[in-house]
């Protein structure tokens, strides 16, 4: 004869539930192998962008305000070819694969990047139908220097990659988000978010911070941790 079961703690309880899984992505150093904003600032306005990027870095600036100086110096007769030299960056091993993989598990993946977003988009154009949404700056080229700006700006970032995740959190429900990032424009989001995969500066950031991160060297670590993670949810739900 069944008993009814006889527990301290609610049976809900034990159930993980672990929110709407989506994954933000970072993209310059991330899923590229180079930084090619920094790059682009090395190339066209390297005076200007040195003694920007050590202040940055140290935090004695913001991101914000080392990110428009440093655009603000670029003449828009170089935009073009910015965004043709885009498809030239070599994407980071097994992100092609990865896309397949959460394409095929219906999770989205939602690139977020502090770069431009010309520049993103035409680098990441063979994957395009895989990625959920891609968000970045915008370049306003009709004067003679670059202007840049966000609708997801904040009072220290271009780009406010926390506010972009906020516009996915479902009403009534939480995010299981994931994020892949490299640096200092993925801080913010990082500190917010339950799993984190970092390297680099960020793995350096975080550390100081006593959080926990995933160290990661390419797109098949993250997919094979990912496919673990959620096959062991499953099972954890079905128990
Ligand atoms: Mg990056």
Redesign the pocket.
Known sequence: MNQPLQSSRPVQSLIPTPGKRIVFC?????ITQQ?TFIDVANRLVPEIWGPLQKQMFAFEITLHEAVSRMVAAIESKHYPDIIAGAKSYPLRSGFGDFVRFLKSETIPLVVVS?GLQDVVESALEAHRSGITNIHAAQIDDSAEHLRIHCEFESKTEIVAKAKVMEQYIPENGTLDAVLI???L??LELALQVPLVFARDRLAQYLRERDRAYIPWEDFSDVQAYLAQRWALQEVGAKV
């Not at 970072?26 to 991330?30: I, K, Q």
């Open positions: 970072d993209f310059d150093g991330t930084d502090g990032g490299d640096s424009t993925d």
